[in-house]
């Protein structure tokens, strides 16, 4: 089981948790195939849950995607503003 | 953004999710298909997969058909929230009071009270708007407000 506790990660160290080169890790962003966040033209970011669903897909659980097709949706009112969240400290 | 027919708004909605969901714990609302408005809701956070949150990214549009039966986008919300900081970025366009489709910017930085309520903003998509956020999540920045513009909304 994976113990992943940090919010990203860089491709070398998904790299080491993969046993895998780092350039192995740059081509599946490159490809698509992993998600990363680019910060300059080297400098990749990578979420904790991105590098879940490569190494073990198993432990992520799907997206909640809820569908009402008869739904009567407002177009009318104006602004929908949520207040902001409270910060949470850890 | 151009009308969206039928499988090209899906497509958006399949993009949008696979980036949302690899980046936190996402819940997706897709309402109205069968009739003339839609909205498109997406949640997400972050770091999500049993860590505290540190971050919300909350999106919503909204859509009516066109002549052509196509999605056209009316307005929309795209907020991002840093929970740890207790900041907001935001980029709005809806109506304002009596004013109609007003494109507009919220922020709020805990340390510097608000200049104003709404700022100027141009329009954007809504994955150019992620963009922005994920970037400042990313490399762990603060939201900043001070390059913003107060917008006068009467």
């Known amino acids: 089981m994976l113990d992943l506790t940090k919010p990203f990660y860089s491709p070398a160290e998904v790299a080491e948790l993969a046993g895998v080169h780092p350039s192995t890790i740059l081509n599946y962003i490159h490809a698509g195939r992993l998600y990363a966040v680019r910060l300059s033209e080297r400098t990749y970011r990578i979420p904790r849950r991105a590098v879940l669903k490569l190494l073990a897909p198993e432990s992520v659980r799907p997206p909640r995607i809820v569908e009402f097709p008869e739904a009567d949706v407002e177009l009318e009112t104006g602004d929908h503003e949520q207040p902001t969240p409270r910060a949470v400290r850890a | 953004m151009r009308s969206l027919g039928e499988h090209a708004f899906e497509q958006r909605k399949a993009t949008i999710i696979a980036v949302l969901d690899s980046l936190g714990d996402l819940e997706v609302e897709d309402a109205g298909k069968a009739g003339s408005?839609?909205?498109?809701?997406?949640?997400?956070?972050?770091?999500?997969?049993?860590?505290?949150?540190?971050?919300?990214?909350?999106?919503?549009?909204?859509?009516?058909?066109?002549?052509?039966?196509?999605?056209?986008?009316?307005?929309?919300?795209?907020?991002?929230?840093?929970?740890?900081?207790?900041?907001?970025?935001?980029?709005?366009?809806?109506?304002?009071?009596?004013?109609?489709?007003?494109?507009?910017?919220?922020?709020?930085?805990?340390?510097?009270?608000?200049?104003?309520?709404?700022?100027?903003?141009?329009?954007?998509?809504?994955?150019?708007?992620?963009?922005?956020?994920?970037?400042?999540?990313?490399?762990?920045?603060?939201?900043?407000?001070?390059?913003?513009?107060?917008?006068?909304?009467?």
């Open chain 2, 37 to 154: 408005r839609r909205h498109l809701g997406f949640r997400a956070e972050a770091p999500g997969s049993g860590l505290s949150t540190e971050a919300l990214f909350r999106y919503e549009e909204w859509f009516r058909r066109d002549g052509a039966g196509a999605w056209a986008l009316a307005k929309y919300q795209y907020d991002y929230v840093d929970l740890g900081r207790g900041a907001r970025l935001a980029y709005h366009r809806h109506a304002i009071g009596p004013l109609s489709d007003v494109i507009h910017a919220h922020c709020e930085a805990p340390d510097r009270p608000p200049a104003a309520d709404h700022f100027r903003a141009y329009e954007l998509d809504l994955l150019e708007a992620h963009e922005e956020f994920v970037r400042l999540y990313a490399a762990e920045e603060p939201i900043d407000c001070r390059g913003l513009r107060p917008l006068a909304v009467e």
